[in-house]
């Protein structure tokens, strides 16, 4: 009977992260749905550095195999836009990372799942810092959240540079991601 696995591998999981054997943990959640969900239950890990990994692993399992991600959006998504929110650098860019990918590789489900996130990235359109700003607008804009516009239209002219943990996102001006936004909307 050893080879049933019975209850949470989130122990596994967070031992293999403070080891820092990423790949491993990757592994392991692609090939074990124990295992992935013990990863998906470290988001809510008091210490934000096992927050910041496990968000880290998490998206290096959506580029890699995303698709086994996708049963597990509706609980993944919404913690993840709201770790954006977290003063911890490296919890933060994760999380923008993270909700990027999940937005972009699932845009059906991403847009199911619209209104359960809206309220947290239209708050951080109003009170975040440029470079949050600069996140809420790409993932308005990519989910063609209407609501957004007269947020991304106050912004247009804001020539305050952001840098962003995605390709081409770096030293950009904040108002040209809101015409960017605006453009998708």
Same mark, same amino acid.
Do not use: C, W
């Given at each position: ?37 013990? #990863?998906?239950? @470290?988001? &809510?890990?008091?210490?934000? %550095? ?7 692993? $998490?998206? *290096? ?31 933060k860019e994760n999380a923008m990372v993270l909700s990027r990918e999940l937005v972009l590789r699932f845009p059906t ?8 996130? #809206?309220?947290? @990235?239209? &708050?951080?359109?109003?009170? %975040? ?7 809420? $607008?790409? *993932? ?20 305050d540079k952001v840098i962003l943990p995605f390709e081409g996102k770096k030293w950009v001006p904040l108002g040209q991601?809101?015409r960017e936004t605006l453009e998708k909307l």
């Open positions: 009977m050893a080879f049933l696995s019975f209850g949470s591998k989130k122990g596994k999981i967070k031992k293999l992260i403070e080891e820092e054997h990423f790949d491993e943990a990757v592994a392991l959640a692609i090939k074990d749905k124990k295992a992935l969900e013990g #990863l998906i239950e @470290l988001l &809510d890990d008091n210490m934000p %550095g096992i927050r910041g990994d496990a968000l880290l692993i $998490l998206g *290096m399992i959506a580029q890699q195999n995303g698709e086994v991600l996708g049963p597990h959006i509706e609980k993944i998504l919404p913690k993840a836009v709201e770790l954006t929110k977290n003063r911890n650098p490296y919890v489900k991403a847009s199911a799942l619209k209104n359960t996130i #809206l309220n947290d @990235l239209i &708050d951080e359109l109003k009170e %975040g810092d440029k470079n949050t700003k600069a996140f809420a $607008l790409i *993932m308005l804009g990519e989910l063609k959240a209407e609501e957004a516009r007269p947020y991304a239209e106050e912004l247009v002219d804001v020539e991601i809101a």
